[in-house]
């Protein structure tokens, strides 16, 4: 049973350009989470995603950042015209639906953004 | 900001204990414990979580006080695989389904061997 994917692992982005990062929930899991990690710091929450619907974004910038999770495919986190203070590790994490969820999150690798 | 306070580091000698403590004086009755942990430039991985009562799986146990106002996380018998920044976080499971979770610094431990 595989775990949460995320790719790219590691992103390289000139200041100006697009970054997408992809994320695969756990199978059998309806609900998406992403979560930024600055360097020496915690996870800050950025938005919680269901199939076709975004729940909760109040942790998303309100400019050049938004999240998808369609129907068919992965989760899509997509920063455009980044600058140097979006690189950092993107973590995408999931749970299941009901009764099945008692809280916890599964996490994948994280994508690492570098913003030269 | 985090709703519990850790030590920033820790130290521990491989095989003994390491006992990690949390502060969530400011816990609601809804909410649980949970523990993650985060081993370098991985993702976080769950250990284990509480509400009242102590708790124990393959990985560590989970001692809650009575009061609910901390809790200790033990690692019985820690190895090197063990090093990791270790997160406490306070939640109420059943709000909804949003993980919102808020995450402090953690405790950085270190097993020494």
């Known amino acids: 049973n595989a775990g949460v994917m995320q790719n790219p692992r590691h992103l390289v982005r000139r200041r100006g350009q697009e970054a997408r990062l992809r994320c695969s929930p756990m199978k059998g899991h309806s609900h998406v989470y992403w979560y930024r990690q600055l360097p020496e710091e915690g996870l800050k929450f950025m938005v919680y995603l269901q199939k076709e619907n975004i729940i909760d974004e109040s942790g998303m910038p309100k400019e050049r950042f938004s999240a998808e999770f369609p129907k068919e495919g992965p989760s899509i986190l997509r920063i455009q015209q980044v600058v140097r203070g979006d690189s950092a590790a993107y973590f995408c994490?999931?749970?299941?639906?009901?009764?099945?969820?008692?809280?916890?999150?599964?996490f994948g690798e994280g994508s690492r953004l570098t913003v030269l | 900001d985090a709703k519990t306070t850790q030590p920033p580091s820790m130290d521990c000698a491989e095989g003994r204990a390491a006992n990690l403590p949390c502060n969530h004086s400011t816990i609601s009755g809804n909410e649980y414990v949970y523990w993650y942990r985060q081993i370098h430039s991985q993702g976080p991985q769950y250990i284990i979580h509480?509400?009242?009562?102590?708790e124990t799986n393959e990985m560590a146990s989970l001692i809650i006080t009575e009061d609910r106002k901390s809790s200790t996380l033990i690692l019985p018998h820690a190895t090197l695989r063990d090093t990791a920044v270790y997160y406490c976080i306070s939640h109420d499971p059943n709000a909804g389904n949003n993980r919102k979770l808020i995450w402090g610094l953690g405790t950085s431990l270190a097993v020494n061997p």
């Open positions: 994490a999931s749970s299941p639906p009901g009764p099945r969820n008692t809280g916890e999150l599964f």
């Open positions: 509480g509400l009242k009562n102590n």
